[in-house]
């Protein structure tokens, strides 16, 4: 079969999966049609992560779970999240198809899945169209929207609109979520909270990155989900500490970036380690940088950390989930673009649960001063643990309200 590799990753983007032929998977779907199959489409890990309590939920009720993803790192994490579940055929895991009429409409015959479930926001126009045509009930889950993504959405206020009234039911994260979800177009969205404050955190992850960090000296600081527009802005100012007793732990957002940044570091002559060649912290201590380059660990990395500084954030990129660093008890740092978490960034603000830089040269220095600063760590931790349990909640009122098309 013809395709055509990705520039970026090297990996295949046109195949059968993505045009909507399965053969593949002929025995999974025999068997899945035995019962009813429950849709969840989660176009990142943070987003299947996130569903997992609603999967579990999903899998109690007895249904069987197609899960749809965008990324070859969402089916690596989904096997090793529901490694029983595909083993055992309950759980299948399979790209999105590309949103065009055929693709989508082979896709919806060969699984009729009688509920699809979206988590946050993907408004795929034939997707939408084609899955409500075939009576399929769409519940948009966690959805958020911020101001720059609503201007951007309404340069094609013909078809969003259109698009979004195709969803059954809408919950949203916030109240400004769901307003302007409404103005866009959604019918009669509800505030049902953030999800991603019930996940599950993985503790044997935790516990391993504490581990390594035993025979390491230095403090470690973490700069996490690094994307391609800071990279350089961050080695040029890690440059600069290599005579601080401190490691940055550098963990890309993207794996195609693993290489790429290995790359950047022997250039610039700074000392560092792939966290894929050791196997402990023993030799780590003459180094200035340890280059994260795996998937799905995230936990771990947050394990081995003293500070964390959140990335995405120090270019207009909207900023990452910062969620997970206050489950491990780390303190955070973000940049000025945040966006994509607008109204969670300045309640975590106002609660002393983050600091916000204004480059990455505050940030570094701001890292620098809490690892000096025990009382202002200590601090930011209990803050961030009342913050979350303020926050939980969220998962059993989405369940609720899905119960009626279960």
């Not at 988590?119 to 997707?127: A, D, G, V």
């Amino acid at each position: 079969m013809f395709y055509i590799r990705d520039k970026k990753t090297r990996k295949t983007i046109f195949y059968a999966e993505r045009f909507g032929f399965y053969n593949e998977n002929k025995i999974n779907i025999h068997q899945c049609k035995k019962g009813k199959i429950a849709w969840i489409h989660a176009a990142s890990i943070g987003e299947l992560k996130a569903s997992y309590p609603l999967i579990r939920h999903l899998l109690d009720r007895g249904l069987l779970i197609l899960i749809t993803g965008n990324t070859y790192s969402f089916k690596e994490e989904g096997q090793r999240l529901f490694c029983n579940e595909t083993m055992s055929k309950r759980i299948m895991l399979v790209f999105l198809p590309y949103d065009f009429p055929g693709s989508v409409q082979r896709f919806l015959r060969y699984y009729e899945p009688s509920l699809c479930i979206i988590i946050e926001r993907e408004i795929w126009p034939n997707l939408l169209y084609y899955t409500h045509k075939y009576k399929v009930p769409i519940v948009l889950v966690n959805a958020r929207l911020s101001k720059r993504s609503f201007t951007t959405m309404m340069r094609f206020r013909l078809i969003v609109p259109l698009s979004l009234e195709n969803i059954t039911l809408v919950m949203a994260q916030t109240i400004s979520d769901a307003y302007l979800l409404k103005k866009a177009g959604a019918l009669s969205p509800i505030v049902t909270g953030n999800i991603k404050f019930d996940i599950s955190v993985p503790k044997y992850q935790i516990q391993k990155g504490a581990e390594f960090k035993k025979n390491i000296k230095k403090s470690i600081v973490l700069i996490a989900s690094i994307r391609e527009n800071e990279e350089s802005i961050f080695i040029e100012h890690i440059k600069q500490c290599r005579k601080d007793e401190i490691i940055f732990l550098i963990v890309p957002r993207h794996e195609e970036r693993f290489d790429i940044i290995a790359d950047y570091l022997k250039k610039e002559n700074i000392t560092f380690e792939r966290k894929s060649s050791i196997s402990d912290g023993r030799s780590l201590n003459n180094i200035s940088v340890i280059l994260g380059d795996s998937m799905g660990e995230m936990f771990f990395y947050y394990g081995m950390t003293d500070v964390s500084i959140v990335a995405g954030s120090f270019a207009p990129l909207g900023g990452h989930n910062f969620i997970e660093a206050c489950f491990a008890n780390i303190p955070v740092i973000v940049g000025p673009h945040t966006f994509n978490f607008q109204d969670l960034s300045v309640d975590a603000e106002e609660f002393g649960v983050i600091l916000r830089a204004i480059n990455v040269k505050e940030a570094i220095n701001m890292a620098k001063y809490l690892l000096e600063d025990s009382n202002k760590v200590s601090l930011m931790r209990e803050s961030a643990k009342s913050w979350i349990n303020s926050h939980r909640g969220s998962i059993d009122r989405v369940i609720r309200e899905i119960e009626v098309f279960l």
